[in-house]
């Protein structure tokens, strides 16, 4: 039996409002910037919350704009970032990026296409800033919404990009903006890629629990 989509996510909108938010969404309520959103995205990627926005303050007292970017090497944006995942592939995307927005008469594209010819930008970036930057309908799948979705028997997908495409058909539209936030928010606070805490979750008596092993020394049987 499929399950009620729209449920369960009225159900995690609810539990998670006095979870930790994750750093996009606490860069866009600091700041409407497309910018910082956009660069806060690109530093997230394999990154914990916590060295992502410890990474994006510094970067940001030395360079708010895209302008002021442009001035900084490579190196003086490596050092900035420092330590968060990738930190040199990334610093060599930021140093690029002043240059990729020209094309763009110096802003942030709001447009999928435009978002993909950008520096370090792949789908989930592109999808995440046109979210929380535009507000505009776009479904950003990450490793949590990926994996969730699978255990809710809601798609059956092997990959991310699979997901996307399947929710693109599937999800109703209403829930695009909001199902990466509410799924990563989850993701980090309760259904854990490993040992997932089924024990406190409030979809205990309705989740299909696919692919799910039980936590260890847990007597509940999942």
Same mark, same amino acid.
């Given at each position: 039996?499929?399950?009620?989509?729209?449920?369960?996510?009225?159900?995690?909108?609810?539990?998670?409002?006095?979870?930790?938010?994750?750093?996009?969404?606490?860069?866009?309520?600091?700041?409407?910037?497309?910018?910082?959103?956009?660069?806060?995205?690109?530093?997230?990627?394999?990154?914990?919350?916590?060295?992502?926005?410890?990474?994006?303050?510094?970067?940001?007292?030395?360079?708010?704009?895209?302008?002021?970017?442009?001035?900084?090497?490579?190196?003086?944006?490596?050092?900035?970032?420092?330590?968060?995942?990738?930190?040199?592939?990334?610093?060599?995307?930021?140093?690029?990026?002043?240059?990729?927005?020209?094309?763009?008469?110096?802003? +942030?594209? /709001?447009?999928?296409?435009?978002?993909?010819? *950008?520096?370090?930008? @792949?789908?989930? &970036?592109?999808?995440? %800033?046109?979210?929380?930057?535009?507000?505009?309908?776009?479904?950003?799948?990450?490793?949590?919404?990926?994996?969730?979705?699978?255990?809710?028997?809601?798609?059956?997908?092997?990959?991310?990009?699979?997901?996307?495409?399947?929710?693109?058909?599937?999800?109703? +539209?209403? /829930?695009?903006?909001?199902?990466?936030?509410? *799924?990563?928010?989850? @993701?980090?606070? &309760?259904?854990?890629? %490993?040992?997932?805490?089924?024990?406190?979750?409030?979809?205990?008596?309705?989740?299909?629990?696919?692919?799910?092993?039980?936590?260890?020394?847990?007597?509940?049987?999942?």
């Amino acid at each position: 039996m499929e399950i009620d989509i729209s449920l369960f996510l009225e159900k995690l909108r609810e539990e998670i409002i006095t979870y930790k938010v994750p750093v996009v969404e606490l860069v866009s309520v600091q700041t409407k910037d497309p910018f910082k959103i956009l660069v806060a995205t690109i530093l997230s990627a394999r990154t914990k919350d916590e060295t992502t926005a410890r990474a994006a303050e510094k970067l940001f007292k030395a360079a708010p704009d895209s302008k002021s970017l442009s001035t900084l090497s490579q190196e003086q944006i490596r050092e900035l970032i420092y330590p968060v995942g990738f930190y040199k592939a990334k610093a060599g995307y930021l140093s690029k990026l002043p240059e990729a927005l020209r094309a763009f008469n110096g802003e +942030v594209p /709001h447009d999928l296409d435009h978002l993909l010819t *950008l520096p370090g930008v @792949g789908r989930k &970036t592109a999808s995440l %800033v046109l979210n929380v930057a535009f507000q505009k309908d776009a479904i950003c799948v990450d490793t949590h919404v990926h994996r969730i979705m699978n255990i809710w028997g809601y798609v059956d997908t092997r990959t991310p990009l699979e997901t996307e495409m399947a929710l693109r058909k599937k999800l109703p +539209v209403h /829930h695009w903006q909001e199902v990466n936030t509410i *799924l990563v928010t989850f @993701g980090q606070g &309760t259904c854990h890629p %490993v040992s997932p805490h089924c024990d406190r979750c409030v979809l205990l008596n309705l989740c299909p629990k696919n692919g799910v092993k039980p936590r260890k020394n847990l007597s509940l049987k999942l």
